[in-house]
């Protein structure tokens, strides 16, 4: 069975083009990416064209940060009534805030080290620019077949 895919000489892409955009694998700071997350959970993942795991993120973090008053907290802080920020907080909500913010920085810089991966053996290989599907959720390469 000759799979066409694998005689193809280019495996991976620098650039994907589709119907909604174009996507370029470029070499990122992890550390950046991580940053954006640590300030705000999804963008990170915006930053990457991970656009599903970064609204989804967002959203949540919003909701989470609603529900724990984190940003009436801080206010009170600023302001130096610390008993009110303490009273404020509902502490099981910001425990769950935690585990979403660490979840965030760690999958953004986790990603950003392999698309930097991905990018470093696209241009060992000197691959060209292949037009492929984005769908609404993310991105759907073809893994190098010629056919699609």
């Known amino acids: 069975m000759d799979r066409p895919e694998l005689n193809s000489p280019v495996r991976r892409y620098k650039a994907y083009v589709g119907t909604l955009g174009t996507t370029q694998l470029y070499l990122r700071n992890p550390f950046m990416v991580a940053f954006a997350s640590l300030a705000f959970p999804g963008i990170g993942h915006f930053m990457l064209d991970k656009y599903l795991r970064g609204y989804l993120l967002f959203v949540w973090e919003l909701y989470v940060n609603f529900n724990a008053h984190i940003n009436l907290a801080i206010l009170y802080s600023f302001i130096g009534e610390f008993q009110m920020a303490k009273d404020v907080l509902n502490i099981n909500w910001v425990l769950l805030y935690l585990p979403t913010l660490i979840f965030s920085i760690w999958d953004s810089y ?27 959720i993310e991105i759907k390469g073809y893994g190098g077949c010629a056919n699609h």
Do not use: K, M, P
């Open 110 to 136: 986790r990603s950003a080290v392999d698309l930097n991966h991905q990018y470093i053996l696209a241009t060992r290989e000197d691959a060209e620019i292949r037009v492929f599907n984005i769908d609404s």
